[in-house]
């Protein structure tokens, strides 16, 4: 089903599909759209909400507890339909209970609420891992929103950088796509005490650029001379990746706030060994928020 919430003082609209919980429409009081519209011949999604796992295992397969299970790209949540726990003007909550279905990849118990809610014109993505199983749960959490770029007729991909909330010195690790994973013993993209990331499609020939240790917790997809756009914020994500297809010209790009990634060459397939692996003993909870501002 869809679900609109409104700001009332913005007037800005979301529209968030309860089929993965995935945010399809961000509109500003102009009516103008913020969030990639899905395209089969380019992307076929917008935002799909990544647990319990991020980027792929190795050979799609991984172990729990000494025990080898099937874990597609990403994991299940983009295949799944949340429930809908509550419904007001201005926000909407959606949960997903481990089932049968989850149960096939994933061996625990768990609880995901996914809340959107606006706050003085901000989008508001709270996220919440609960564990109701008696032993110790492990996930990992991130979110995937493409967001259109370039936003006017005229303009171009390259118009637009990303200005990250703090100075970073820090390099990405390049994603082989020989091995399918990311290569810890090579240097990808280098910030040398630097805010600024000028965008191209160049930069993405090797699939996502991903920051692991990044010091910001905000970055901003912006046109360099009207400086609008987007403001991504990320409180409780260690890392943070961007993506767009490469090959394609498309116009958008993903800011993907990470607890954990794809498979790293550093890693084996136990899947509590991963990097930023999230723990929770029975009867805890986790939270985690994302916020969107329109600029």
């Not at 990639?36 to 792929?56: H, K, M, T, Y």
């Not at 723990?279 to 986790?286: F, H, I, S, T, V």
């Amino acid at each position: 089903m869809i679900f609109t919430i409104q700001d009332k003082i913005t007037h800005t609209v979301a529209t968030i599909d309860s089929f993965g919980a995935q945010l399809i429409s961000l509109k500003d009081a102009d009516n103008k759209e913020y969030i990639w519209q899905r395209d089969p011949e380019i992307w076929p999604r917008c935002s799909p909400l990544l647990f319990p796992a991020v980027g792929n295992c190795r050979d799609g397969r991984t172990r729990f507890d000494g025990e080898w299970f099937e874990m597609e790209k990403h994991g299940f949540c983009k295949e799944s339909d949340f429930s809908v726990e509550g419904q007001r003007k201005d926000s909407v909550t959606f949960r997903l209970a481990a089932n049968a279905q989850t149960r096939n990849c994933y061996p625990y118990e768990f609880r995901l609420s996914l809340t959107y809610r606006f706050e003085n014109g901000v989008l508001l993505m709270d996220y919440c891992v609960e564990n109701p199983d008696s032993r110790l749960i492990c996930y990992c959490i991130g979110t995937h929103p493409g967001f259109i770029c370039p936003l006017a007729e005229g303009e171009s991909f390259e118009d637009y950088q990303l200005e990250f909330e703090k100075e970073e010195t820090t390099c990405s690790m390049p994603y082989d796509l020989q091995t399918l994973q990311f290569d810890v013993g090579k240097q990808g993209l280098v910030l040398d005490h630097t805010r600024i990331l000028p965008l191209s499609y160049e930069l993405f020939r090797d699939d996502a650029i991903y920051f692991d240790p990044i010091q910001s917790r905000k970055v901003s997809l912006i046109h360099k001379d009207t400086r609008l756009g987007v403001e991504v914020a990320f409180p409780d994500f260690e890392t943070v990746a961007f993506w767009t297809p490469y090959g394609k010209n498309a116009s958008f790009l993903c800011i993907e706030p990470w607890n954990g990634c794809a498979i790293r060459s550093d890693e084996d397939d136990d899947f509590i060994h991963r990097h930023h692996i999230q723990l929770l003993k029975p009867g805890e909870k986790k939270n985690y928020r994302m916020e969107i501002r329109i600029l």
